[in-house]
């Protein structure tokens, strides 16, 4: 892999820092043992949750962070910390060899490319959809050169509603790509607000699984100065109230075909569902929510978990709490994801191998759920 300068100066690869964390994991003995990847494995590994980005997206991002202009936000202050990494930047812009060359070492038959946190959403207001429009472009045409090893999500700011409804209908008919990504949070704005709806409206029509990535969260310093903006708290926590929110809107009650896709087991959320559940009547219909306009649910929480969210597994390689999640979403909804080029490592995907369980619900796991959700094939 590329090395470069991490962020305390010192001269390391990344793929050392992460053997490096690797190895404190196996201390405590959450981390698979070390083992070899099965080469002839009778299934294609599919990762669903693979970043990456381009130069002129980080160029935007860190420029609007540094003219003073743009709103407190961490995760443009996280895209400002990410730009100045350079093997991490190496990585996260290549989609050919480099990439290719990790893919061969780790196994990977096949990527799911997702515009990498915070993505469009935090640049310029106006500058988004642009910027998208360059985005997919780049994504089609890696999938283009590579048929047989990338697939991608479309990328689309928000904000820009009737932009982001023209590019995902472009990228799901013209360009042909497989879903679509948002990094949670757009200055502090959901999807669940009715504003944004026709946003799932098309994404149900197109038949596009929208997978919400994490981000910082919105104007947060409890978390910052915690050390917590990030995968230990913030990312997950920001994206459980993305989802928690458009159940109790009522969004997949309105759109009922629409396909929502978390990560980071399903950022514990599975976990919660009995709970949910019991304490649905919290929130559902009470008519002082949402300026007045809270809805009463057809169903449990539990139901749309079943029905229309799917989870990846991106850095929590750990069979137990696969498994948990397999048995009580069902095995069709859960996917195998790495999380390149954050979270990488051989042993990992050797322990995915030696996982017990039996020979089609780890086919599931590791290939046909994903073509089956994003529509991949090949």
């Known amino acids: ?73 961490d995760s443009l202050k996280m895209a400002g910390m990410f730009a100045k990494m350079p093997s991490l930047q190496d990585m996260l812009q290549d989609l050919g060899d480099l990439r290719l060359s990790h893919m061969d070492e780790f196994g990977i038959d096949r990527q799911l490319l997702l515009l990498t946190a915070p ?40 904000r820009d509603v009737s932009g982001s409804v023209r590019e995902i209908e472009r990228a799901m008919g013209e360009l042909k790509l497989n879903g679509a990504v948002l990094n949670s949070h757009f200055q502090g704005h959901y999807l669940d607000e009715q504003d944004y709806w026709p946003i799932l409206e098309v994404l149900e029509a197109t038949g596009a699984a929208l997978y919400i990535h994490p981000t910082a969260p919105y104007n947060a310093p409890h978390y910052e100065d915690r050390g917590f903006f990030g995968a230990l708290a913030g990312f997950p926590h920001d994206v459980w109230l993305h989802t928690m929110g458009l159940i109790f809107s009522g969004a997949f009650d309105r759109f009922p075909k629409l396909k929502l896709v978390i990560g980071h087991m399903g950022e514990c959320l599975p976990l919660h569902l009995y709970r949910f559940d019991w304490m649905q009547g919290n929130a559902d219909g009470r008519s002082h929510l949402r300026g007045g306009n809270q809805p009463k649910l057809k169903h449990p929480v539990s139901h749309y978990f079943r029905n229309n969210i799917w989870i990846t597994t991106s850095g929590v390689g750990w069979e137990p709490a696969i498994k948990f999640c397999q048995q009580v979403l069902g095995p069709d909804r859960v996917l195998y994801a790495m999380d390149y080029p954050y979270q990488q490592s051989s042993d990992e995907v050797a322990a995915y191998d030696r996982m017990d369980m039996d020979a089609q619900t780890k086919k599931m796991l590791m290939e046909d759920n994903a073509r089956t959700v994003f529509g991949i094939t090949g």
């Open 1 to 73: 892999m590329a090395s470069g300068k991490l962020e305390d100066g010192s001269e390391k690869g990344l793929k050392g820092h992460f053997r490096e964390d690797f190895s404190h994991r196996t201390r405590i003995g959450l981390a698979p043992p070390a083992g070899e990847i099965d080469r002839e494995a009778p299934y294609k590994r599919i990762a669903t949750e693979e970043a990456w980005t381009f130069p002129a997206l980080v160029k935007a991002q860190v420029e609007y962070l540094e003219s003073g202009d743009a709103p407190y936000d």
């Open 119 to 158: 993505g469009v959403q935090v640049v310029r207001p106006g500058d988004g959809n642009a910027l998208a429009r360059e985005a997919n472009d780049i994504a089609a045409e890696a999938c283009r050169n590579h048929p047989d090893r990338f697939s991608a999500c479309a990328a689309f700011d928000p």
